[in-house]
């Protein structure tokens, strides 16, 4: 990126200005790393759905009854390997990975970290807004509010809590309790907030 700018006459920079209709990677040397990831999205999602349809009529977990108690342990193993369970639980982690991975691929392409090309970002960055279960989403508008998430520097661990703290002693006093019981309060209440600014705040200049 930096060569690019210092040195305009790079081979990413010609390929945009030459053939700007022509998808540029940023890194010609690791870029495909991302079409891996969209592959990988792609694949598990579309087996975990397939596994799940076809494993929801599968076996049901059922014990039966006629065993003797000293053995109802493996009666309890040996019925939950049988059912269809297992292979659910491997169809929903598979489609859900997959789905996670394209909401990251996402924030690259918010980023521009997968093309040079804007419009090559943008096409990714719909088809894996998809992937990640979210069709209905518009892409520039999600691009937007997390720019703003930067630009504002709504971050977590840089927010002090104590003047907000302060002003709701009931609240303070609640979030006390819960610290000394191991609940982290403050990091809740801290990561919801970081989750909500962008949200309620993006048109603010």
Known sequence: MCQQIINPSSSATKNRILHPWLPTLRDK?????????????LSTVLLGFMLMIRESEGEAFVVDN???????????LSSFLSSSIPKLMVAIFLAAHGRIVASYLVHECAHSSV?????ANEWLGILCLWLSGSPYVDYRHIKKIHWHHHKDRAD??????????EKYPLLQTLVLWMECAFIPAVDTIAHLKTAMYPIMFYDEA
């Open 29 to 41: 040397k690791h870029g495909w790393y991302h079409f891996a990831a969209v592959l990988y999205s």
């Open 66 to 76: 006629n065993n003797n108690d000293n053995n109802i342990d493996g009666a309890l």
């Open 115 to 119: 093309f040079v090309n804007p419009w």
């Open 156 to 165: 977590p661990y840089e927010w002090d809590f104590h003047p907000f703290l």
